[in-house]
């Protein structure tokens, strides 16, 4: 049976009971601003507005965080550094293709009035989301730890080295009670919060950019032509593990139903992802000019000098400082402060997807402050160890950064393939299933990254793993990984082809 043309799924129909993203007290209030309602009721978008489209505004920004994380600053220093601006065409369509991926779990959100674990938990069998559940938390503890050793080492740059990377870890933890603060002022306070972290980050950035004056012509160049040879490999992994980030996928589905909509009105709804997709475009684009800042930064600076190879983090900014001095701002303290930003905003968005994918999968009715502590705690307390072994070893830790990158890298499929599948489905979505034709460009982008991944991680592992052993283990579990995958994608067309 064919749903009507101006019916969508509704979060009504939810149980009361059941817990959902934001309460109805926490939304923004949208209904009623110049919408004429016998028009909404037919189906009829209301015109434009500038006002509605502010009040739209917000969850784009908080998503587009995931793109600036310090994982991606870590990518961004060593694809500069090692490959000059070769790989700006890389970064600038990984950026498209995470765009074309956000846009669709704000779908997903809008027009079900669930987010993505909530309807993966329903959809799938057991045994499935409970592997997909264990997926999503091991790309967001990964993803948890980057963004806070990033965090760390700038404010060990800060306090010029007195406080070790284990005391930057339990002062970097209190970031849970800022954002429980934030969230108790509003969801509207909460984004002006980070609207300004991101705009700090802007800034400091491109002072780095004013500083160094990289080459506006190699610029140009290496975005519009595409180039990747053997010895960038690993960056070029780096730039697309970091640019699609599983958890974010799993959050903006959530973050899209803090407006007020009537999902019952066909023009509401649409309305609602015309505005998403506006503001969503925008903030990734601001995204990918920051990161494009640090790329060049970089490429300017180190490219094809012999240190270019032991950039990291934690040394990036006294590198810099060496080169182009001190001066009334150091770039060393200008650099730290982008980092600690980069850092302090991905932890905390970090911790709201972890509330909302163990919300989703398991289906957990706790107070926000406990579920924030469960989901700092999955990330502090490796990340305290990791501290405490790799304290006095830089290289180390930026070795570690390349494999959690790496861990992203595998985790895509697992959010890719699920998302894909449930907007595909018409009892899901109604109106709003993607098309045929967007639906064969969402899955060729998905094939596109998976199996660039896949080429990318196999060149990656060739080159650095060694020992018969170790090689073995890490065949065997790529091996289950696409297993599964195999299985995922099967299992999503039997479900949801399903009538």
């Not at 997709?277 to 970089?298: G, H, R």
């Not at 599948?421 to 990254?449: D, N, P, Y």
């Amino acid at each position: 049976m064919q749903p009507e043309d101006n019916k969508v799924p509704l979060l009504s129909d939810q149980d009361s009971d059941e817990d959902v993203a934001y309460d109805s007290g926490e939304k923004v209030h949208i209904l009623g601003i110049n919408e004429p309602d016998d028009e909404a009721s037919l189906g009829v978008v209301p015109p434009f507005s500038w006002k509605k489209l502010w009040l739209f505004t917000g969850p784009g920004f908080l998503m587009s965080i995931a793109f600036l994380d310090p994982g991606n600053l870590e990518g961004d220093l060593q694809a500069g550094a090692i490959a000059g601006y070769a790989l700006l065409w890389l970064l600038m369509w990984a950026t498209a293709m995470g765009l074309l991926v956000q846009l669709l779990a704000a779908r997903l959100g809008v027009a079900t009035g669930k987010h993505l674990a909530e309807l993966c938990s329903e959809e799938y069998p057991t045994w499935d989301r409970m592997v997909l559940w264990v997926m999503a938390e091991l790309a967001l503890v990964g993803a948890d730890i980057q963004e806070v050793i990033g965090s760390v080492i700038a404010i060990k740059i800060l306090s010029n080295g007195a406080l070790p990377l284990w005391a930057g870890v339990l002062i970097t933890a209190s970031d849970c009670f800022i954002f429980l603060f934030l969230e108790n002022y509003g969801v509207r306070k909460l984004e002006a919060f980070f609207a300004v972290l991101i705009a700090t980050m802007a800034v400091s950035f491109a002072w780095m950019v004013g500083e160094t004056k990289p080459s506006g012509t190699e610029l140009l160049h290496g975005v519009s032509v595409p180039k990747l040879s053997s010895k960038t490999i690993k960056q070029a992994v780096g730039v697309v593990g970091c640019i699609i980030m599983p958890h974010n996928v799993f959050l903006h589905s959530a973050l899209v139903q803090s407006r007020e909509i009537d999902r019952n009105k066909k023009g509401q709804v649409q309305e609602a992802l015309n505005y998403y997709s506006i503001e969503s475009t925008a903030a990734l684009i601001i995204s990918f000019i920051i990161n494009l800042f640090v790329t060049t930064v970089f490429a300017k600076a180190f490219y094809d000098t012999e240190i270019a190879t032991g950039i990291g983090l934690g040394n990036a900014g006294q590198y810099l400082e060496e080169k182009y001095g001190g001066g009334l701002l150091p770039i060393l303290y200008i650099w730290a402060i982008g980092l600690l930003v980069a850092g302090q905003s991905s932890t905390i968005t970090g911790t709201y997807a972890g509330q909302f994918i163990m919300g989703g999968f398991l289906k957990l009715k706790l107070k926000k402050w406990v579920r924030a502590l469960i989901t700092r705690s999955c990330a502090i307390i490796p990340t305290i160890i990791v501290a405490l072994v790799f304290d006095s070893s830089e290289a180390a830790l930026d070795t570690l950064n390349e494999w959690l990158n790496v861990l992203q890298s595998f985790q895509i499929p697992f959010a890719l393939i699920p998302l894909l599948c449930l907007v595909s489905k018409e009892q899901i979505m109604g109106a709003f299933r993607i098309g045929h034709v967007l639906k064969t460009v969402a899955w060729i982008v998905a094939a596109l990254v998976i199996v660039i991944n896949g080429y990318l991680l196999l060149n990656f592992f060739s080159s650095e793993v060694s020992g018969q052993m170790f090689t073995s283990i890490v065949s065997a579990f790529t091996g289950a990984n696409l297993a599964f995958i195999i299985y995922l994608v099967s299992r999503g067309f039997s479900l949801f082809n399903t009538p």
